[in-house]
Each structure stands twice: as structure tokens, then as C-alpha cells.
């Protein structure tokens, strides 16, 4: 069945370092993969897409990289804040290849940024 | 991003009585609206897609009987819990989509339910 896994573990990191998150996923072939960002008892905030065939993505601090051979994206956070301490949800599109919307999410990494 | 806005933010209410959740997409047209629901430390588990003029399309295991959802226009979305239970307490978001401007989805802030 389809899986969308992410490092269910907290991530502590101090200031100024960079923050990397790991999104695995199986048995999907997407068309495109993509980053949220979650603070508690708020809704998801979209942060960056990448699709298939572009390899890295940036936007300002944050950079995202999609290997479809390995299934696996990495999300950055160069140069952390204590203002990035959020839940990061990866998510990728239900059916696959195709676009309904339809976001299966995975279950989201807590970075802990420390001044 | 566009502004999507939830009403209630948190309702609390009797087991056994229905509550109206409401989802408006402030500054454009949303061909697409989606439910989902998230409980404490899990991740969102879509509900349900909803599409303006037509009926909802259910994911597998949620009841359309008890999840009454209403797309009126391309700006308001509903979802009724019907009967609610204590089990139905969770957290409730919904997101304005339209896949022919972009793939990313704009999230409301999300209702807290609680069913006592």
C-alpha cells in the first residue's frame, strides 16, 4: 500500500544551523511532492512544491530536493531560527502520477530550534 | 497565498446534536475544497473533496451519512457532523484548491470539536 513516511522524532537543533528533514515515501510515483509547514492548533501553510523532474528547489532559507530513485526529499532549513520551530508535513498527491488534490500527508517532523 | 478562513475555531457541543463547520476561500474561487480531520499528534487524514454544484466524494471509512458537507459556491464549503459523538471530538481543517492556477492547497486554521 502507499506510504508516506517522515522521522517521527523530534529534530533539536541550535540556532544557525541548518535543520534537515527526511520524506520517504513507497508504492507512489508522483508527478510532484510538497512541504508544509504546521504550528500547533493551526492549519497547514504551504511552503514549497517540486516535481518530478527538478531535482532542488529554493526559496530564500528553505531548499527542497526530490530523488524519485530513492523515493526520498529533503527539506533544509539553512541558517535555523527559533521562529522555524514548527511541525514540517511532507505530502504528496493520492493518486499518484496524476493531479486530483487529494494530499496524503505524512506523519510530520517537529523541529525544535534553541537560541 | 490566498486566505482561506474557518467558523467556528472551536465549538463545543452536546453528544447526540449536529454541528456546522463553515470553510470560505476569501480571494479566489475554489473549483475544489477538501476535508480533513487530525488528531492529537497524527497527521491530517483527508475526510472528503468537495466540489461546487456537485456531491462530495467520500474517502473510504468516513460516513457521508454522518459528514453532511454542502458546497454552495466556488467560495463556501460546509461540513455538518450529524449526531456528533465524543469519538468525533478531533481537530477539523479544510483547504481551498483549484488545480488550474496551482497544485498547492491554501488551508484554514482549522476547528477544534469537542463532543461531550
Known amino acids: 500500500s502507499q506510504k508516506i513516511e517522515q522521522n517521527s522524532e523530534a529534530l533539536n537543533i541550535q540556532e544557525g544551523k541548518t535543520a534537515t528533514l527526511t520524506c520517504n515515501y513507497t508504492?507512489?510515483?508522483?508527478?510532484?511532492l510538497q512541504w508544509y509547514r504546521q504550528d500547533p492548533g493551526r492549519g497547514p501553510v504551504f511552503l514549497l512544491l517540486?516535481?518530478?523532474?527538478?531535482k532542488e528547489k529554493r526559496k530564500e532559507r528553505l531548499k527542497v530536493t526530490f530523488d524519485t530513485t530513492l523515493k526520498q526529499s529533503l527539506f533544509h532549513i539553512t541558517a535555523s531560527q527559533p521562529a522555524d520551530s514548527a511541525t514540517y508535513l511532507c505530502?504528496?498527491?493520492?493518486?499518484?502520477?496524476?493531479?486530483?488534490?487529494?494530499?496524503?500527508f505524512g506523519q510530520g517532523t517537529t523541529l525544535q530550534v534553541k537560541p | 497565498g490566498a486566505v482561506v478562513s474557518q467558523h467556528p475555531s472551536r465549538v463545543i457541543c452536546k453528544s447526540g446534536t449536529s454541528v456546522k463547520i463553515e470553510c470560505r476561500s476569501l480571494?479566489?474561487?475554489?473549483?475544489?475544497m477538501f476535508w480533513y480531520r487530525q488528531f492529537p499528534k497524527q497527521s491530517l487524514m483527508l475526510m472528503a473533496t468537495?466540489?461546487?454544484?456537485?456531491?462530495?466524494?467520500?474517502e473510504q471509512g468516513v460516513e457521508k451519512d454522518k459528514f453532511l458537507i454542502n458546497h454552495a459556491s466556488l467560495t463556501l464549503s460546509t461540513l455538518t457532523v450529524t449526531s456528533a459523538h465524543p469519538e468525533d471530538s478531533s481537530f477539523y481543517i479544510c483547504?481551498?484548491?483549484?488545480?488550474?492556477?496551482?497544485?498547492?492547497?491554501?488551508f484554514g486554521p482549522g476547528t477544534r470539536l469537542t463532543v461531550t
Open positions: 468537495s466540489n461546487e454544484g456537485s456531491k462530495a466524494t467520500y
Open positions: 483547504s481551498a484548491y483549484s488545480g488550474t492556477i496551482s497544485y498547492e492547497q491554501y
Open positions: 480571494d479566489f474561487q475554489a473549483t475544489t
Open positions: 517540486i516535481r518530478e523532474n527538478e
Open positions: 505530502a504528496l498527491d493520492g493518486n499518484g502520477s496524476s493531479n486530483t488534490g487529494k494530499l496524503i
Open positions: 508504492n507512489y510515483s508522483p508527478a510532484y
